[in-house]
């Protein structure tokens, strides 16, 4: 059965369906040789469903990579992502395996389509990055290919690719001097402050340091 939900969630974006699946994620800075983390979210076009899996391509800058973990039952390393356990209910896990063109397809299932997670906007999983030590700059990664499966077989595609946004440390820390505008600020909380706030902000979807 296990097999059969890999095969379906494989042939998603073959596809189009009324209703979509959005995935959102924050931008990542990292320092080289280090890592950070990557948090996804996620809505099944503003309804609940419940899902039996879910799959993404990632398509990371590189000198980008997936962290790994030590499993001690499994006894190797496993890719580094967290799946939050209050959508995902029923023992999933996550595999990820190398496409073609240098994507990382992470495909989440469980053990049968019996056993589901209950959709709600909000928190799905966090993905651990790992930065090379050659790593630098600012670079937009791309995810593609998202689609979700409910245990019914019902499927929900994203109507358009996502991305994000992954900086080295020092990069991201001359950037956040770099906007002067008299646009409105908000702080990290989304409150907008004024001219004589101290800190990071973020201005016309930028994060700055006023200071």
């Known amino acids: 059965i296990k097999s059969l939900l890999v095969c379906g969630l494989l042939a998603l974006t073959s596809s189009a369906f009324a209703q979509t699946v959005d ?3 924050n931008d990542v800075v990292i320092t080289p040789g280090e890592t950070a983390d990557l948090n996804v979210a996620f809505a099944v076009d503003g309804v609940e469903a419940d899902l039996a899996g879910w799959q993404m391509t990632l398509y990371l800058p590189e000198g980008i ?4 973990t030590y499993d001690e ?9 967290v799946l939050n356990s209050s959508v995902h209910k029923g023992g999933h896990s996550a595999d990820v395996k190398n496409t073609s063109d240098g ?3 992470i495909l989440v299932s469980g053990g049968t389509k019996t056993v589901s997670m209950k959709a709600k906007s909000g928190d799905l999983c966090v993905i651990t990055l790992k930065a090379l030590d050659t790593f630098t ?4 990664a791309t995810v593609k290919k998202i689609a979700v499966a409910d245990k019914n077989g019902k499927q929900y595609n994203a109507a358009a ?3 994000f946004v992954v900086t080295d440390n020092a990069t991201g820390i001359n950037s956040l001097n770099a906007d002067n505008s008299n646009e409105p600020a908000f702080n990290l909380a989304g409150q907008q402050v004024g001219k004589n706030y101290k800190g990071i902000v973020v201005k016309n979807g930028k994060k700055t340091l006023d200071d």
């Open 103 to 105: 994507g990382k397809l």
């Open 73 to 81: 039952d499994m006894e190797e390393d496993v890719p580094a992502i």
């Open 23 to 25: 995935f959102t994620f």
């Open 137 to 140: 700059g600012s670079t937009t």
């Open 161 to 163: 690719d996502a991305s």
């Open 65 to 68: 990579e997936i962290a790994t």
